[in-house]
């Protein structure tokens, strides 16, 4: 008898100590029972209930809602801004020059952004992110009035090193945040809150632009822009940092507990050097942004009026909603083995590469050139020419916002899925967020040079194409079912004990089962 309340005994976590301790498990039950510790004191840590599920403000999930709604504000106007073609603008040249400055200086600030993140904390970097994107809705709400090219240009510039600071703490909040077997749904819900900003600052010019065909858009506009950056800005101070956040099962964000400059920009190189063949997936990196150019300049500015760009621009990023929950949901499908989903997922996207921009192909050879179009007396498109002429290319353009999402959401998840560490997330976000402006400086200045539409077009599709290709070995032989805690602990100063929750504690007492970072399903108790 004494034996058998023995074994019905299993490991648990000391709130105190963060200790393993034992509670009895369910009469009958082959299985061990974890429980997860009491979270520490404080309003940070005290729970209510959302929908049935129990939050607390340090939480990852309430952590990724509130980056979230900060992009939503930020980062979802300027695309929604910047999806009118031309900012707004009639004339192209003053967005097409800003946007060379930005992403100029956001490839070269965001490439050691990590390092900057993980020394002063994802909140302060975060909450300078955003000050970037009050500016640069307000430069162009100045070029409305007294068309002052050098503001716009500043005001790029100047958010390219903001951007490059908040893209990079977003990314490690995303990809560091939650376990395994939820990246793919936390990837998915951020991008679906940060595109829902973009759709409904594309609804406020489709409004103040109704009747309007010609010209640019009005200072209504540009101030509902402005007023909703300004919140998202204030808003960001109310990040925590990442030793502050606790999962559920009580276990920590792995990070350097004492992180230096020198420690840090060694670990960024150390990020290359440990993996060399992470830089196979540079040049999906660098895609991923260049296909905005042709769609919001060369297709939707150029070949559509007013009030239909508008139009086109809600649909397109409404597109990249449900891109974002089909291609999220997926990534998470429990029924399959991580390593099987990655390459489930790398066929999806050449077959969505092939497809719709095989599609955009065939569209675009019968299109007016850029010469043509910029002729006086030029006729675009309105959403009431129906048929081929505007359902078509309509289709065409929420398919486009599609495979944005769905290119999006893959990177992030295979980045994710090589690491649980905070610290190399962090790394990995500012390498993809600095090689992406790289590319799109690249093709905002093609744009900038006047080269022809076809030629862009061309180019965006055959580096997409590319891509894919190099990428190929990396999602096929290097994403893992599982990253174990150990190999995460090399690149930080952290031990198991000092991250580890109720299941790692119990892995301690037990060592087959699986600790920090592991998914629910990998993590299970002993049986």
């Given at each position: ?90 004339d192209h040249s003053a967005q097409d020059d800003a946007n060379t400055a930005l992403y100029s200086t956001f490839a070269v600030v965001a490439f050691f952004s990590g390092s900057i993140a993980n020394k002063l904390g994802v909140r302060l970097t975060l909450s300078f992110g955003g000050l970037g994107y009050v500016i640069y809705v307000a430069s162009f709400f100045s070029y409305n009035h007294n068309q002052n090219h050098g503001f716009v ?375």
């Amino acid at each position: 008898m004494a034996d058998e309340e023995k074994s019905a005994i299993a490991p648990a976590v000391d709130a105190t100590h963060n200790e393993a301790r034992e509670v009895p498990s369910k009469p009958g039950s082959h299985q061990d029972i974890t429980i997860p510790p009491p979270r520490p004191p404080g309003w940070m840590y005290k729970g209510f209930k959302v929908f049935g599920h129990e939050l607390w403000y340090a939480s990852p999930l309430f952590q990724l809602l509130l980056v979230a709604v900060v992009c939503f504000m930020g980062p979802g106007m300027f695309n929604a801004l910047s999806g009118l073609g031309g900012g707004g603008q009639v004339d192209h040249s003053a967005q097409d020059d800003a946007n060379t400055a930005l992403y100029s200086t956001f490839a070269v600030v965001a490439f050691f952004s990590g390092s900057i993140a993980n020394k002063l904390g994802v909140r302060l970097t975060l909450s300078f992110g955003g000050l970037g994107y009050v500016i640069y809705v307000a430069s162009f709400f100045s070029y409305n009035h007294n068309q002052n090219h050098g503001f716009v240009v500043f005001a790029g510039a100047f958010l390219g090193v903001c951007a490059g600071l908040l893209w990079t703490a977003q990314g490690t909040i995303m990809m560091s945040y939650p376990t395994e077997d939820m990246k793919g749904r936390y990837i998915s819900w951020f991008w679906i809150i940060f595109n829902l900003g973009a759709v409904i600052g594309s609804l406020i010019p489709l409004g103040q632009n109704i009747n309007k065909v010609a010209g640019p858009v009005t200072d209504g506009t540009y101030i509902g822009f402005l007023v909703l950056t300004l919140i998202g800005a204030i808003l960001a101070l109310m990040i925590c940092d990442v030793d502050k956040v606790q999962r559920e099962d009580g276990s920590k964000v792995i990070m350097m507990k004492n992180p230096s400059w020198i420690t840090e920009f060694k670990g960024l190189f150390e990020t290359i050097t440990s993996a060399p063949w992470v830089v196979l997936l540079f040049p999906m990196f660098f895609a991923s942004n260049t296909f905005y150019t042709y769609q919001s300049n060369n297709m939707n500015g150029s070949q559509f009026n007013t009030r239909t760009r508008a139009l086109n621009n809600t649909l397109y990023w409404l597109a990249q909603i449900f891109g974002a929950i089909i291609v999220g949901y997926a990534l998470d499908f429990a029924g399959a083995r991580r390593s099987v989903r990655a390459k489930s997922s790398f066929v999806m996207l050449i077959v969505l590469t092939m497809a719709i921009w095989g599609g955009g192909y065939a569209w675009q050879k019968d299109q007016p050139t850029r010469e043509e179009t910029a002729e006086e007396g030029f006729v675009t498109i309105d959403w009431t020419d129906g048929g081929k002429k505007y359902v078509g290319p309509m289709f065409l353009y929420i398919f486009y916002g599609f495979f944005d999402a769905a290119w999006q959401t893959c990177i992030y998840w295979y980045m994710g899925s090589l690491s649980n560490s905070g610290r190399k997330a962090a790394n990995l976000a500012g390498f993809y967020k600095g090689l992406q402006s790289a590319g799109a400086a690249v093709f905002w200045r093609l744009d900038g040079v006047k080269k022809p539409f076809d030629t862009i077009f061309g180019a965006t599709w055959g580096l997409l194409a590319g891509a894919l290709l190099i990428a190929a070995p990396v999602i096929w032989l290097k994403i893992q079912d599982t990253v174990a805690v150990e190999e995460d602990l090399k690149f930080s100063d952290e031990t198991a004990s000092d991250v580890a929750g109720a299941e790692g504690a119990a892995g301690q007492a037990h060592p087959e089962t699986v600790a920090v970072g592991a998914s629910s399903e990998t993590a299970k108790a002993v049986v």
